[in-house]
């Protein structure tokens, strides 16, 4: 079994944004290898930093001259101004290694067997925001409890997406393809409407 990069949602209220980027890493500065660029084939950059656990794995097997596939989070204000935050490297011959060689399939074709497509991201979250006109909608995303050392438990991303005003404050499940700096709804479902707490 390969490892899937994004893992299934194990709660129907789990929250998450969560994607898979391939792309050139390139570091802003050769002494400090957290701050940097990807680029993808089309050749757009995107902002990015690399978090302290997926540090140690370029450090030790990452060519940064190559593509791989990044895991990511995504940070926006707007839907045209994309942050990836790099959580880990999706390499299943080298890094996911699990005993049986898949025969060296091409890694591509591996991500369609598991029902993903580079540039693909998962957004699960309270649906705060729409705005008809624009096209746009924003949904809340809460760290998961257990992540204490998280100083803003809370964040929010922007979607390119056209949804009824009826579904605010509904926790919802967008399936995203990412264009360029953009975050683009492709799929959506709606889990349940959120109560408010004050009532």
């Known amino acids: 079994m390969i490892k899937n990069p994004i893992q299934e949602v194990t709660n129907k209220l789990q929250y998450r944004a969560i994607g898979i980027v391939k792309g050139i890493y390139k570091p802003s500065n050769k002494d400090q290898l957290n701050r940097g660029t990807l680029t993808d084939k089309e050749g757009k950059i995107i902002d990015t930093v690399i978090l302290g656990k997926a540090l140690s794995l370029i ?17 926006n204000k707007n839907t045209n101004n994309l942050h990836l935050q790099v959580a880990g490297i999706w390499d299943p011959y080298k890094l996911n290694q699990d005993g049986n060689k898949n025969s060296e399939k091409d890694p ?3 991500l369609e067997e598991l029902n993903l497509n580079n540039n693909y991201f998962s957004i699960r979250g309270e649906l705060v925001y729409v705005n008809t006109q624009k096209k746009e909608v924003v949904v809340k995303i809460c760290s ?17 997406a056209e949804l009824p005003i009826k579904f605010l404050n509904s926790f ?13 709804m492709v799929k959506y479902e709606i889990i349940e409407k959120i109560i408010s707490k004050k009532s």
């Open 59 to 75: 450090k030790k097997y990452i060519n940064l001259e190559k593509n791989y596939f990044w895991i990511v989070y995504p940070r």
């Open 108 to 110: 591509n074709e591996l």
């Open 144 to 160: 998961s409890p257990t992540s204490k050392r998280l100083k803003n438990p809370t964040f929010k991303i922007t979607v390119e």
């Open 172 to 184: 919802v499940s967008l399936d995203v393809i990412r264009d360029g700096n953009t975050l683009r």
